[in-house]
């Protein structure tokens, strides 16, 4: 029975933010207020693409891929974290913490192909304006979605069986405010080497990868904006990619000084990984359509109308 327990564990325990537990109010209100901006940022969004047909193009067909990601990764962590703090419910059980970690990597996969398949989408839009929907065809479109949904599925469904072949006889006291692969692993007693190299594996498949042809897709996106003679058509055609070079930056920069400080900062103090860690997994998602509101006419304009018809009487 004890060993059928630690292979079968019922709970686990949050630790939350350690040091900062006086704060938690006051911690949790900026994280509600984010995520509430998610939401309905995301939600707007959606809409527009959704009741607009004048956006049912390709590059808006990934955004709202992009925004329903978003949508995945932020409720898939902060409403959790936000009863941690307000409420002090840090158990979950082993099937929640299970999946809350796949959706996790999951969303942050996804979102890292879409922001790929984004980048070709402007790498055609620029280089070859003239064939842009002959090459970017409906059919085209399905293929994409796809395979990035089944590529991140297939890539991210063995942490689950990684997990639960591990056997947890020890604490179960997870030092984090939500469930991730490798945080969890350390919590067994049995060798987790399996674990740490699919853990390495992955982001080299999928994420590194991901920004490799993205760069390669903006080396020939300026290469081509560059031999243009006018100035105006310049300006236009970088315009149109500011929006998805910002979403670029917020997502993939955060992450590469987490892994650094995760891996080198171990001066660090295990609270502030934490918050930057949260801070992580909130704010891109409650900014991406921000971003794109801000960056997008054609987004501005639907979202103005939509303002204006909830105002006539």
């Not at 029975?1 to 900026?30: D, H, Q, R, T």
Request: aromatic residues 12%; proline residues 6%.
């Amino acid at each position: 029975m004890y060993n059928l327990s630690c292979y079968n564990p019922s709970s686990f325990i949050l630790a939350g933010i350690p040091g900062l537990e006086k704060f938690c109010v006051w911690i949790g209100i900026p994280f509600c207020v984010i995520y509430i901006v998610a939401v309905v940022g995301n939600c707007i969004l959606l809409h527009l693409i959704a009741v607009e047909p004048s956006l049912h193009e390709p590059m808006f067909f990934f955004l709202s891929m992009l925004a329903t990601t978003d949508l995945i990764l932020s409720t898939a962590t902060v409403p959790k974290l936000l009863s941690n703090l307000w409420c002090g419910s840090q158990e979950i059980t082993f099937s929640g913490c299970v999946t809350q970690m796949f959706f996790l990597h999951f969303s942050f996969v996804v979102d890292s192909a879409i922001l790929l398949a984004m980048a070709f989408d402007r790498y055609v839009a620029i280089c070859f304006p003239l064939r842009y929907t002959s090459i970017l065809t409906p059919q085209m479109i399905i293929r994409l979605v796809v395979s990035i949904v089944v590529r991140s599925f297939c890539v991210i469904l063995p942490d689950v069986f990684l997990l639960k072949r591990l056997p947890f006889c020890g604490t179960r006291v997870i030092p984090h405010t939500y469930c991730e692969h490798i945080g969890v692993a350390r919590l067994s007693s049995a060798d987790i080497s399996i674990n740490i190299w699919y853990g390495l594996a992955v982001p080299l498949m999928t994420v590194i990868s991901d920004v490799i042809f993205i760069a390669v897709s903006y080396t020939f996106i300026l290469h081509a904006v560059f031999q243009l003679s006018c100035q105006g058509a310049r300006h236009k055609a970088l315009s149109t990619c500011g929006s998805h070079v910002c979403v670029i930056l917020m997502f993939y920069t955060p992450a590469f000084f987490s892994i650094l400080a995760h891996r080198f900062g171990h001066s660090v103090p295990r609270n502030v990984l934490i918050l930057f860690a949260n801070l992580y997994v909130a704010i891109p998602p409650a900014l991406n359509p921000v971003v794109y509101g801000v960056k997008t006419k054609q987004i501005q304009d639907k979202f103005m109308l939509l303002c204006s018809l909830k105002k006539t009487p």
